[in-house]
C-alpha cells in the first residue's frame, strides 16, 4: 500500500492506493506522500475517519473504488445517451402540450430533474388530455424505475466484490461506509439501455403521436 495525506478543512485526510501503480491516477498533485506509521497516527487523531481505520486495519482495499472495466464504461456511457434521449423527448412533448416554444420552455424545465419533469407531464396530461391519464402515468412509472437504476450504474461508487465488478453507496457524509454492494453484470446494463430505448419509443407512440394535430 501507498499512502498520502490531503489537507481538507480543519483536518489532514488520508489516502491509501495499491502499490503497483494501478490507482496512481487517482493521486493529485496536492496530496503528500507519507509512511503507513504517519498514516496510522493521523487515522488515530480526532476527529477520526472510520474508512482510513478499517483500510489500515485489514490491510485491503477491497471497499475502495476503482475503476469498472472497459466494457463496463461503454455500457455505462450507453445508458446516459440514452437516459439523455429520454429526458430531451420530456421535456419536448411538455413544451407541446403546453404551448410553449423551445426557448420559453427551456426557461422552465432546464434545469428539472426527471422525477420533476414526469410530474410536470402527467399533470398537463390530466388537464389537457385526459384521455391519455392511464398511458402517461404506466410510462411515468417506468422512466422513475428506470432512472433509479441509472443512478446506480452512473451515481454509486464502483468496486470489486469477489473479483466482480459491483457498486455501492460506499461513502456518505464525513466518510462513513455503508456496507451492501451490489454485483453488476454487463447483460443487466444493456437491458436498462434497450428499456430505456422502448421507453422512448413508447413515449412517442403512445403520447406525442396522439397529441399532433392530424393533416388533411
Do not use: C
Not at 25 to 42: G, L, P, R, V, Y
Not at 147 to 160: D, E, L, S
Not at 188 to 196: I, T
Request: negative net charge; hydrophobic residues 40%; aromatic residues 8%.
Amino acid at each position: 500500500m501507498k499512502y498520502y495525506k490531503k489537507h481538507i478543512p480543519e483536518k489532514w485526510q488520508v489516502f491509501a492506493y495499491e502499490a503497483d501503480g494501478s490507482q496512481d491516477s487517482f493521486i493529485s498533485s496536492e496530496m503528500i506522500a507519507i509512511t503507513q506509521e504517519e498514516a496510522s497516527e493521523i487515522a488515530d487523531s480526532e476527529p477520526k475517519d472510520e474508512l482510513v481505520v478499517d483500510i489500515l486495519r485489514s490491510g485491503s482495499t477491497q471497499r475502495n473504488w476503482t475503476w469498472p472495466p472497459k466494457a463496463y464504461q461503454e455500457a455505462i456511457g450507453q445508458i446516459v445517451v440514452s437516459s439523455s434521449s429520454i429526458e430531451v423527448l420530456v421535456r419536448t412533448v411538455i413544451w407541446h402540450v403546453a404551448g410553449l416554444d423551445s426557448i420559453t420552455g427551456r426557461a422552465f424545465t432546464g434545469k428539472a430533474r426527471i422525477n420533476e419533469l414526469v410530474e410536470t407531464l402527467k399533470s398537463l396530461i390530466e388537464h389537457k388530455s385526459p384521455h391519455l391519464n392511464d398511458r402517461m402515468a404506466g410510462i411515468g412509472t417506468r422512466i422513475n424505475e428506470a432512472f433509479k437504476r441509472r443512478a446506480m450504474y452512473v451515481h454509486q461508487v464502483w468496486t470489486v466484490q469477489e473479483g466482480a465488478p459491483a457498486v455501492g453507496k460506499l461513502f456518505i457524509e464525513r466518510y462513513e461506509r455503508l456496507e451492501k454492494i451490489t454485483p453488476v453484470s454487463l447483460t443487466e446494463m444493456y437491458n436498462l439501455s434497450d428499456e430505456m430505448q422502448q421507453i422512448q419509443s413508447d413515449l412517442m407512440v403512445a403520447i406525442l403521436y396522439p397529441l399532433l394535430p392530424t393533416s388533411s
